[in-house]
């Protein structure tokens, strides 16, 4: 007897094909979805969705379950990628992966799995849930819970739960994640075993749905470049930089200074940008003052252990 209709996220890779297997081993019925979310250039140069919806049809024909693309590029320009752009421009570098999760994967995705009527939505995330009831006793995977932890993944190497922490109780309660008790030997492994296509395929790094690529000539696309001085902390011009929002805080690689050699002779580091004077400050060494705060401030944080509503 069937579990009741899981709708999984396949993205070619093979994390999100094992985790496919693996819940119709467990008695679900399961539907892929391949998510399309980038259009702008879409190519085979740096973004390969053609080649990763070959991948993800033809691992659901080996594990013999149905999949259907569906397009939210509309819903990631207006709620991830705007939002990726006016952090940058802010001064900040943001990690798109994490709103990506919590506004596509687990928000449009999961509305589009319910209307297709199931029950829960699944992913290849290394991550874990753990469902409890009033009491507190844990609950089995999926069954209805009164809370919902979010858990790490068992491989410390690749858990993904970090890029987890902005999904509510409604969507954790919601979702499966079927190899988080599981290491990335292993899913290869099973993936070769059962003869999946893409047993070996390399996993995929870059931005969330826009690949790997040259990121500041792709980031100068959208962002205004504004060149302005390179100081040190004693306001001494040492060179040009290109636009602050190219450059990190506490970055060390890519400056642009790596010939200037002073004072200690130590490796220079992004420690502060100045918006109003448009000038980025660098310092030398890791323990420099600059770089070392006493004080973190946060906003919108979310509790994903309090008890929450989850109808």
Same mark, same amino acid.
């Given at each position: ?29 399961? $539907?892929?979805? #391949? ?10 140069? #740096? ?32 709620? $991830? ?5 006016? =952090? ?20 449009? #995705? ?9 029950? @829960?939505?699944?992913?290849? *995330?290394?991550?874990? $849930? /753990? ?16 809370? +919902? ?15 987890? *922490? ?13 190899? &988080? @008790?599981? @290491?990335?030997?292993? +899913?290869?492994?099973?993936? /070769? ?18 690949? =790997?690529?040259? #990121? /500041? ?24 930089? +290109? ?19 002073? &004072? ?16 980025? $400050? +660098?310092?030398?060494? @890791? ?25």
């Amino acid at each position: 007897m069937s579990k009741g209709r899981v709708v999984i996220g396949m993205s070619g890779g093979v994390d999100s094909s094992v985790a496919a297997w693996l819940l119709k081993q467990q008695g679900w019925e399961v $539907v892929g979805l #391949f998510m399309k979310n980038w259009e702008d250039d879409d190519d085979d140069e #740096f973004c390969s969705t053609r080649q990763d919806w070959i991948d993800a049809a033809s691992a659901a024909d080996v594990i013999g379950v149905d999949i259907d693309a569906v397009n939210f590029a509309a819903e990631y320009k207006d709620r $991830v990628f705007a939002e990726f752009l006016r =952090e940058y421009s802010a001064g900040r570098t943001p990690n798109p992966d994490v709103l990506c999760n919590a506004e596509i994967k687990f928000k449009a #995705f999961l509305d589009h799995a319910m209307a297709m009527g199931a029950r @829960h939505i699944a992913t290849g *995330h290394y991550a874990r $849930v /753990r469902s409890l009831a009033d009491d507190g006793r844990v609950l089995p995977e999926g069954a209805p819970a009164a809370r +919902v932890e979010l858990l790490r993944g068992v491989d410390p190497g690749k858990d993904q739960s970090y890029f987890l *922490h902005r999904l509510t109780q409604a969507q954790l309660a919601r979702t499966l994640f079927p190899i &988080g @008790h599981l @290491h990335k030997r292993e +899913v290869r492994e099973i993936a /070769r075993q059962i003869g999946l296509p893409n047993a070996a395929k390399k996993d995929s790094t870059g931005i969330c749905f826009i690949g =790997e690529r040259p #990121f /500041r000539e792709f980031l100068n696309r959208y962002l205004p470049t504004k060149p302005g001085p390179i100081e040190t902390d004693d306001g001494r011009t040492i060179g040009e930089h +290109v636009g602050l929002s190219f450059y990190t805080l506490g970055q060390r690689k890519g400056i642009g200074i790596g010939g200037q050699r002073e &004072g200690s002779g130590e490796p220079w580091f992004v420690a502060r940008k100045d918006l109003e004077r448009n000038a980025l $400050v +660098v310092v030398q060494g @890791h323990q420099h003052p600059w770089l070392l705060s006493a004080r973190l401030e946060a906003d919108s944080a979310r509790r994903i252990g309090e008890m929450e509503d989850l109808r």
